[in-house]
């Protein structure tokens, strides 16, 4: 690989993160007006919308035709179905400083499933090193719940979930690769999305007769910034930008970069929102943090993946 493909590859990754680490304070600050169904309506309504530009001008070119269509909607149940539901309720009862610690360890839970599915080997290092991270979440999980406020543990338990969730993605993703573009990926995932959020939302509010609610959004402008950041931003950039590195990059060098993404989280957390920062959440985060680099400081490369999608 050449250096301005790599240096392109990192910027990427960096984007990325610093995205994907602010969408947490957006999330917060959505769920301060509307529940996570409607939140998760409204942010891959504006996802699919922002995403139709390009192909209605046909600047985006999609072939669905003759490919196994099963295999990339399996992926969109996972990610962005699944893990946006376990992220955004686990918001809803926990601080987006502990849902961007609580997702460093993704590349640990990554490397465990590529040990399981694709029998990928582990060094004493990184058995050591998955350790530290485990360790780390079970510290901040056991020190939340010292607090006896079973929401707030709920919440932990959920962020902790999305990351599982996320790992299975990645893996899941190093495989439609080869037979789907990254942004063929991408629009089913944000399709799939907006039907099934849609869906829950307004059946939701048609039961309850409480449409109008569902209505008075469209009028709450700080709601509707911080759906249009997680809907074209955070949705549609990022995912466009992930699917880009897993065409081009190992699972578990992919997952790594994310441990930026946990320092934008609480910056974002502590100085925006007010956040409180306990020793507990630092010292878990340390322990993460430092697992997950040890883990892949040895790790071999595997093969890179023939992909079709070349580019974001």
């Known amino acids: 690989m050449q250096n301005p493909q790599i240096m392109l590859l990192y910027l990427a990754a960096l984007l990325h993160n610093l995205i994907t ?3 947490f304070l957006f999330t917060k600050t959505a769920l301060k007006h509307a529940n996570p169904v409607d939140v998760l309506a409204f942010r ?8 139709f530009i390009p192909v ?5 070119q999609l072939k669905f035709r003759g490919k196994n269509l099963r295999q990339v909607v399996a992926l969109a149940l996972v990610y962005p179905i699944t893990f946006f539901a376990l992220q955004t309720f686990g918001l809803l009862h ?9 997702l460093a360890i993704t590349p ?4 465990i499933l590529a040990a399981i599915f694709l029998k990928e080997k582990t060094t004493f290092l990184q058995q050591v090193s998955i350790i530290l991270s485990v360790a780390g979440v079970l510290y901040i999980f056991i020190m939340k719940g010292a607090g006896l406020d079973p929401t707030e543990t709920l919440g932990i338990f959920l962020l902790l979930l999305s990351a599982f969730v996320s790992a299975g993605y990645h893996i899941l993703t190093r495989i439609t690769i080869r037979e789907f573009t990254a942004t ?3 629009f089913m995932m944000t399709l799939l999305g907006f039907f099934f959020f849609n869906t829950l939302s307004l059946s939701g509010h048609a039961m309850a007769g409480s449409l109008q609610h569902l209505l008075a959004l469209f009028s709450n402008l700080e709601f509707l910034l911080a759906v249009f950041y997680l809907g074209v931003l955070s949705s549609l950039v990022t995912s466009l930008l992930n699917n880009y590195l897993l065409a081009n990059m190992e699972a578990a060098k992919v997952s ?9 989280t609480i910056f974002a957390g502590v100085y925006f929102l007010k956040e409180p920062l306990f020793f507990y959440h630092v010292a878990g985060s340390f322990l993460i943090i430092l697992g997950v680099i040890g883990a892949n400081y040895a790790r071999h490369q595997p093969e890179k993946v023939e992909a079709k999608g070349k580019g974001p």
């Open 21 to 23: 680490g602010l969408s």
């Open 44 to 51: 891959f309504t504006t996802s699919l919308l922002a995403l």
């Open 56 to 60: 209605l001008f046909r600047r985006v």
């Open 94 to 102: 926990a601080t987006s400083s502990e849902g961007g610690i609580l």
């Open 108 to 111: 640990i839970f990554t490397m």
């Open 184 to 186: 063929e990926i991408s």
């Open 256 to 264: 790594v970069f994310g441990n930026l993404r946990t320092v934008f």
